[in-house]
């Protein structure tokens, strides 16, 4: 009869843990039983009506209540915790055996843990990511320009964002910009069209009026270094910028806003921001969603002094293997790196899926600290959120400025300012008319990222 009354005790306080109020109306608490079960239909009312009217908009507007999350999320562990232990009170377990009282406090207790667990994991990912947050995006806004919520994007149909990947590393001076790509969203739509350029264009030509263009007026030239070893491409601009504070008035740091003109002049548009990845940190952020599921076409050898290869075959590459893979230029040209990188991109983009960033968040969330930089402004956030949701759904297709469309020796600028117009025109344009093409042969390629990749 005891061990019937213990479980019968048990079976109470579980269903208490589900719906308030049960344990408490059984003990014959119906005031507060009555109560506790009217507060938690309530609260489930009211979380069915946010569940219904949800959007990527709603997960937007969470990064500016972070701190309140997590102290409700705090609050909601302790309230069931003790919600669970007075349950077990009222329906007084005294009147047990001493050997079930032992039992049935235990089995209360794991039960109290339990449903504990669920607030904290979620009060803990909402302090990583106010944290994560705060780290990252440190820009206040543009004074003069504040966000309206009603017209985040200023009347503009498109926002553009440079992004880029830097080796900067404690074994090296500087940063070099190797991956310069432009990603030019439609924020109606979301369609985006990603701009490629390669880090090795030479003769570039900077804004006009600006102090690089009176510096380089007949584009960036620059006497070797050493013979062979030029300093005077793309991917040098922003460490030039960086390195002569004179021609800015003595400001320091102007690498990045140099380089978002330069490229906006290059592409003929307005860059709004800016993103750089460190990719000697990019294999943190591979390891931590468990790795990367992709068809190697050939064997890659990297290394100084081909010490290491990433074998032919379909696998899940690790960090490492990934950032090598899209890195190395043994056997190889600056062409067909790009190609890879936009494969690692394209599997990134695949393989990133909501369950893999959740198990994987704290990890993911201290290395994106150490590895990205931007000029975002955290108001923005809320807004950019469920752009990217957009994104993710409309899909991206890709445009790379390589030979034989354009020479990197002997850039024709006009043809890359047309190619990048027509790009964006088609990405826009309805999918039932089609634009023709504008321009003679050879044509470009604008083909989905990753497309060309064997990825899982």
């Not at 200023?154 to 991956?179: E, W």
């Not at 009026?209 to 960036?220: I, K, V």
């Not at 957009?390 to 297709?397: D, H, L, P, R, S």
Request: proline fraction near 7%.
């Amino acid at each position: 009869m005891s061990s019937r009354k213990a479980a019968a005790l048990i079976g109470w306080v579980a269903l208490s843990a589900l719906v308030p109020g049960a344990a408490h109306l059984r003990a014959g608490w119906r005031r507060t039983g009555f109560a506790l079960l009217g507060g938690y239909a309530t609260l489930v009312a009211c979380l069915c009506v946010v569940t219904a009217v949800a959007d990527a908009g709603l997960a937007g507007r969470a990064l500016a209540w972070l701190t309140q999350i997590t102290v409700a999320a705090l609050a909601g562990a302790v309230a069931w915790l003790c919600l669970v232990v007075h349950s077990f009170v009222v329906l007084r377990p005294g009147t047990l055996p001493q050997g079930a009282q032992v039992v049935v406090g235990l089995a209360t207790g794991t039960l109290a843990v339990l449903v504990a667990a669920p607030f904290t994991v979620v009060a803990e990912y909402a302090a990583i990511s106010e944290r994560t947050i705060d780290t990252v995006f440190t820009e206040p806004g543009v004074p003069g320009e504040p966000v309206r919520p009603e017209d985040p994007w200023a009347g503009r149909n498109r926002v553009n964002v440079l992004l880029l990947g830097g080796d900067g590393d404690i074994s090296r001076v500087g940063i070099r910009t190797d991956s310069i790509n432009v990603a030019s969203v439609d924020v109606r739509t979301g369609r985006t069209v990603l701009l490629g350029l390669p880090r090795n264009l030479e003769h570039v030509r900077f804004a006009p009026g600006s102090p690089m263009a009176a510096r380089f007026p007949s584009g960036f030239l620059l006497p070797e270094s050493r013979p062979g070893w030029r300093e005077d491409l793309l991917y040098s601009v922003w460490q030039y910028a960086d390195d002569h504070p004179e021609l800015f008035g003595g400001r320091t740091g102007m690498g990045p806003q140099v380089l978002k003109e330069t490229v906006g002049h290059i592409l003929g548009l307005r860059i709004d921001w800016y993103a750089m990845v460190n990719i000697w940190g990019f294999a943190k952020i591979v390891d931590a969603l468990g790795g990367l599921v992709i068809s190697v076409d050939r064997d890659i050898t990297f290394g100084t002094y081909g010490e290491g290869t990433v074998a032919a075959g379909t696998r899940r590459l690790n960090g490492t293997d990934a950032l090598w893979y899209a890195r190395s230029r043994t056997g190889s040209d600056d062409y067909d790196r790009m190609r890879r990188q936009r494969c690692v991109f394209g599997a990134l983009l695949q393989q990133a899926d909501p369950a893999a960033v959740l198990r994987h968040y704290a990890q993911m969330a201290e290395a994106t600290e150490e590895i990205i930089r931007t000029d975002v402004p955290r108001p923005m956030l809320e807004h950019l959120v469920p752009l990217a949701w957009k994104v993710k759904q409309a899909g991206v297709t890709s445009l790379q400025f390589m030979p034989p469309l354009i020479s990197t020796v002997s850039p024709d600028w006009a043809r890359i300012r047309s190619l990048t117009a027509q790009a964006l025109a088609e990405s826009a344009a309805p999918e039932a008319a089609p634009p023709q093409p504008l321009v003679a042969e050879p044509a470009p390629s604008f083909s989905p990222i990753g497309e060309g990749c064997a990825t899982v």
